[in-house]
């Protein structure tokens, strides 16, 4: 609420009105999409969100082209996953959206229709992706990296380089665009009756107009 963001807001109403208006309309929940529940341990609270909860939004990613490939499948795809299991037990859910990425395309040029990943389609000829199998990958070199005692900085340097000889393997330029499909994949194929959209924005830029034009955070 300290952003310059509801500035806006905070002198059209007065600093006092627009707190009373966010505790109204806002209720911050800690949790972690990478966990089943989405980390929320409270069942109570649990309820009580699968009772009210009639959309749902989901922009929680890794963006990092090359981060981790353990840590990018835990919140890109297995996070994907845990939304939308936690979604399939909100009894008013109208919509799931999920955010995903046009970099999913890879290196793709031209007119790109808005076609959804059939499970294990890849960019790259004669290979098949088994989200299972690259998720057994990761175990085995994290246990094999554990048995050499690798340090910290090692293990981070193996599992880019893992990650990244992966995504070559497939077709994708890098880890995020990967994993990224990947969590496209695995919501497709288990959907089933649930209202999804996915949608691939290219890129997040600064506000337009509202609430004032140039505003953007978090710039990398």
């Known amino acids: 609420m300290m952003s310059e963001l509801f500035n806006v807001a905070r002198e059209k109403i007065g600093s006092e009105n627009l707190k009373s208006l966010m505790e109204e309309k ?12 989405l980390g929320i341990k ?6 009580e969100m699968h009772k009210e909860i009639d ?7 890794v963006t990092n082209f090359y981060e981790r490939y353990d840590i990018a ?9 845990n939304v939308l299991k ?22 793709a040029i031209g007119i790109l229709p808005e076609k959804p990943f059939d499970m294990g389609e890849t960019l790259s000829e004669n290979t098949y992706l088994d989200i299972d199998v690259e998720r057994g990958v990761i175990a085995n070199k994290l246990k094999e990296l554990e048995t050499l005692n690798a340090t910290p900085k090692e293990v981070t340097i193996a599992m880019k380089e893992l ?7 497939h077709g994708w330029p890098n880890i995020y665009s990967f ?28 506000t337009y107009k509202e609430p004032f034009p140039g ?6």
Request: glycine content about 8%.
């Open 86 to 107: 936690f979604a399939k037990s909100c009894i008013k859910l109208k919509m799931l959206l999920h955010v995903s990425t046009a970099y999913v395309c890879g290196k």
């Open 55 to 61: 959309i749902i939004i989901n922009s929680a990613a």
């Open 179 to 206: 994993t990224k499909a990947m969590g496209e994949m695995i919501l497709g194929h288990l959907k089933e009756n649930s209202q999804v959209v996915i949608i691939r924005p290219t890129i997040i830029t600064s």
């Open 73 to 81: 499948m835990n919140v890109n795809v297995v996070g994907a996953m």
């Open 163 to 169: 990650g990244m000889q992966r995504a070559r393997l």
């Open 215 to 220: 505003w953007i955070e978090g710039v990398r």
């Open 42 to 47: 409270n069942s109570k609270l649990r309820e």
């Open 26 to 37: 806002v209720f911050a929940i800690s949790g972690d999409i990478s966990y089943e529940n």
